[in-house]
């Protein structure tokens, strides 16, 4: 069946550097959708890309889906200790499948 | 954006007990929800599928006899773990598709952490 593959599982920076996590899928995907989990917290949804190579911007936060819809990218800039996480993603449609998520600590 | 409660919040039962958790879409009408199981540090687990009016879809693995499913309404799904073990605790959450042509993202409840002794 299908599955979501996210990497890395952990990611350390200091405050004010990048951070990039990397989904892939065995299936092409109909959607694919990212969710923030804050520790102690519920996912809470963040966007949604639809279509071949789409790219969304939200305010330093940059997601990717990639043309042949089987991959996304989310990408931090200059991250803040707010943005310290779990980043899921999420690919389907009736099924939803959630990649394993990539924790995000940022020292300050 | 679309709320979603979810009760109790944390749940403490005896072993052989059952336990009956709640999902509600409290501004729209739900006509999908999903169950996941969440271990500590770890992803989210679908466990099955709820539809309004039908009967719920479930994952492999997952028996449908211990955690069932009913989605009375457009705003109410519950799930009831049935004759509880300590290997069921764990960190329940629900999730409601707000019901719209393309769009596919889901509003979480914030979750039911469930403990047998």
């Known amino acids: 069946g299908q599955q979501v593959m996210q990497i890395p599982q952990y990611q350390h920076v200091q405050e004010g550097e990048d951070f990039t996590t990397y989904c892939n899928s065995s299936?092409?995907?109909?959607?694919i959708q990212w969710y923030k989990q804050r520790p102690g917290g519920h996912p809470v949804f963040l966007i949604q890309?639809?279509?071949?190579?789409e790219v969304k911007k939200q305010k330093r936060l940059t997601f990717q889906f990639g043309e042949a819809k089987k991959n996304s990218s989310l990408h931090i800039t200059a991250t803040q200790t707010t943005d310290v996480g779990t980043y899921f993603c999420?690919?389907?449609?009736?099924?939803?499948?959630f990649g394993a998520g990539t924790r995000l600590t940022v020292k300050p | 954006g679309a709320v979603v409660s979810q009760h109790p919040s944390r749940v403490i039962c005896k072993s052989g007990t059952s336990v009956k958790i709640e999902c509600r879409s409290l501004?729209?009408?739900?006509?999908?929800m999903f169950w996941y199981r969440q271990f500590p540090k770890q992803s989210l687990m679908l466990m099955a599928t709820?539809?309004?009016?039908?009967?719920?879809?479930?994952e492999q693995g997952v028996e449908k006899d211990k955690f069932l499913i009913n989605h009375a309404s457009l705003t109410l799904s519950t799930l009831t773990v049935t004759s509880a073990h300590p290997e069921d605790s764990s960190f329940y959450i629900c999730?409601?598709?707000?019901?719209?042509?393309?769009?596919?993202?889901?509003?979480f409840g914030p979750g039911t952490r469930l403990t047998v002794t």
């Open positions: 999730s409601a598709r707000v019901p719209s042509p393309l769009s596919y993202e889901q509003y």
């Open positions: 501004d729209f009408q739900a006509t999908t």
């Open positions: 999420a690919g389907g449609e009736n099924d939803m499948r």
């Open positions: 890309l639809v279509k071949s190579g």
């Open positions: 299936t092409t995907l109909s959607n």
């Open positions: 709820s539809n309004e009016g039908s009967k719920a879809t479930y």
